[in-house]
């Protein structure tokens, strides 16, 4: 198997990695409109080069905590299931090559938006997966 690219990323002091090919584009922060009647995880939309994206806060469905966004918060621009949206970063720290390979299993007590976890410079990463996380939008609110 080839290597991969990965944007390596931070949520609450944890760091996720995503594969390039689902990452549209990474934007400083700035707060999203809050639209009322929304799941807690959708903190509101964005207009992204002219289109309404909806904005995640995957903290939420992972049950971390949740930190006011700093100069360092990112908005990683996704694609998944034929859907775009945006996850509230922390931090975009890389973008890293991967062998797929040292792709391990997620712990079976580990959350079912964690497909894997690897091992970058930054320490262990879980590999986020964006489909469960919509998933988990759809379904559970």
Known sequence: MPWTHHVV???SQEWYVLPVEQVRAIERWHAPTPVPGTPPAIIGIIN??????????ARVLLNL???????????LFTHAQATD????TDQVADMLTLDPTSLE???ARASTLISGLVMT??????MLDLEAVLNTVRLNY
């Not at 289109?51 to 806060?57: A, S």
């Not at 949206?85 to 509230?88: D, G």
């Not at 410079?121 to 879980?126: E, H, K, L, Q, W």
């Open 65 to 75: 905590p949740l930190d006011a966004p700093t100069r360092s918060s990112r908005l």
């Open 105 to 107: 299993d997620a712990p």
């Open 48 to 57: 992204q080069r002219g289109m309404l994206v909806p904005v995640i806060d």
């Open 121 to 126: 410079p930054f320490g262990r990463a879980s």
């Open 9 to 11: 990323f931070q949520l």
């Open 85 to 88: 949206f945006a996850l509230i």
